[in-house]
Every structure is written in structure tokens, then in C-alpha cells.
């Protein structure tokens, strides 16, 4: 028993002498510790963060593609309103609510130009206060360009901007904010077009073709004859 004793004390006599040799190191260690405990503090707080302004976005969140999540408030010509709905926290959320700003992020379709008709759908489609995830590809003036998902079920979603074209109620557009030289910018624009020919095969929106004897109405009302002859009639009425 006493020799265990001994030998125990003499370990930590040991581990004593080395923690007071390398005392500079303990200290580092300590400090590293606590500047990786602020940054995933700093990191948490930043995604907790309730973003009520396009440009409170910070910008490595648009670079790197983040995907945020959202309450659809509005649908007006300028886009979505959206209410942003960050990751919620225990204890940093509560702090965070006393302080935040009220607002709505303008969210628009990338690559999409919307026809007044594809406005109108999406104000009937999207329910109120639907729930939506848009993924940032790019930030225009006060307005984020966005892919925006709506969740079908359990596990499907439906993304708006290829949904909106393949109803015909827009064409696909230069999608604003993201290298033309980048994967995703041409994987993104391969779907967008590949949802705008689906239309456009289907006769659909605006890709609807007018029937031959529509054709031949407005051709015929439009002809200088019958313009001739709608001016005689009015002459002779009058």
C-alpha cells in the first residue's frame, strides 16, 4: 500500500513539474479554447440572427449559397416579401428578440422573368404565411436573387422558379449574382431552360399558340380592307 502511495505522488509530482515547464503552452491551449468557444458563439449568433434588410444579409452568406428560411408575408410585382425565420436558439434567440428590428426581405425568382399572369399565380398559390426556404445565389439593390423551395409533403419540394416556367407565366433570364463560369451557374440555367421548353411543347402561358381560325380573325379585322369597310359602315350610320 505504501508503495502505491508513493508511486502516485511521485506521478503527480511528475505531471506538476511538466504543466510548470510548459506553462506557456497550458496557457495557449486555455486561450485557443476559449477564442474557438467565441467564434462558434459569434458563428450562432450571426445564424440566429433575424435579417430584416437585403443588406443585413452578410455577404459571405451569398457567396457561399446559404440557405435561409422564411415566411412568405406579400406577393407583389417586385417580388416576395418575406419574413425571415432564423435558427432558434436557447437563451441567444431570447436575447437576440429584445433587440431585433422589425422588416421583410424582398426576395425575387433568379433567372426568372415573371409575366403579370405569374404574379397572380403565385399570390394564389402561396398560402398565408407559407413557409419557404430561398437559397441565396446573388443580392441586386435592396433585393435578394433567389431559388425558392416550397415543401410538398413530407419529403418533396417544389422549386418556384422552374415550377413558374413550366407554366408558361415567365421566361428564363440571366440569373443575376453568380459566375458564368460556375458549375452551379449552368446546372441552375440547364434546369430553368429545360422547365421553359416544357412550356413552350405544351403550348402553354405565354408559349399558347392561337388557334387557325383565331389567326384568321385577327388577321382579317386587322386588314386594310376591313378597316375601309368599318369606316363606310360607321359613315353610312351616322
Known amino acids: ?53 437585403a443588406l443585413d444579409v452578410p455577404a459571405g452568406f451569398v ?48 433567372g426568372v422573368e415573371l409575366t403579370p399572369e405569374g404574379t397572380v399565380w403565385l399570390q394564389r398559390e402561396l398560402k398565408p404565411s407559407q413557409v419557404i426556404w ?33 407554366e408558361g407565366l415567365g421566361r428564363a433570364a440571366r440569373i443575376e449574382g453568380l459566375q458564368h463560369d460556375s458549375h452551379l451557374f449552368w446546372e441552375l440555367h440547364k434546369r430553368l431552360l429545360r422547365a421553359e421548353l416544357k412550356a413552350l411543347r405544351k403550348n402553354k402561358g405565354i408559349w399558347k399558340e392561337e388557334s387557325f381560325s383565331e389567326r384568321i380573325r385577327d388577321r382579317m379585322s386587322n386588314s386594310k380592307f376591313m378597316r375601309t369597310l368599318k369606316r363606310f359602315v360607321s359613315w353610312l350610320r351616322s
Open 134 to 166: 430561398f437559397q441565396l445565389l446573388g443580392r441586386e439593390h435592396l433585393a435578394l436573387e433567389c431559388l425558392v423551395l416550397v415543401n410538398k409533403g413530407r419529403f418533396s419540394s417544389v422549386c418556384l422558379n422552374e415550377e413558374v416556367l413550366r
Open 63 to 110: 457567396e457561399k449559397n446559404v440557405k435561409l428560411r422564411g415566411k412568405v408575408r406579400r406577393v407583389t410585382e417586385k417580388g416576395l416579401e418575406v419574413e425571415h425565420v432564423p435558427i432558434s436558439v436557447p437563451f441567444i434567440t431570447s436575447i437576440q428578440r429584445k433587440w431585433q428590428s422589425e422588416g421583410l426581405l424582398l426576395v425575387r425568382l433568379a
Open 1 to 53: 500500500m505504501a508503495e502505491r502511495r508513493s508511486a502516485a505522488a511521485e506521478g503527480l509530482s511528475r505531471l506538476s513539474e511538466w504543466a510548470d515547464a510548459h506553462l506557456s503552452l497550458v496557457r495557449s491551449l486555455s486561450a485557443g479554447v476559449a477564442v474557438a468557444g467565441l467564434l462558434v458563439l459569434a458563428r450562432s449568433v450571426r445564424l440566429t440572427t433575424k435579417f430584416t434588410s
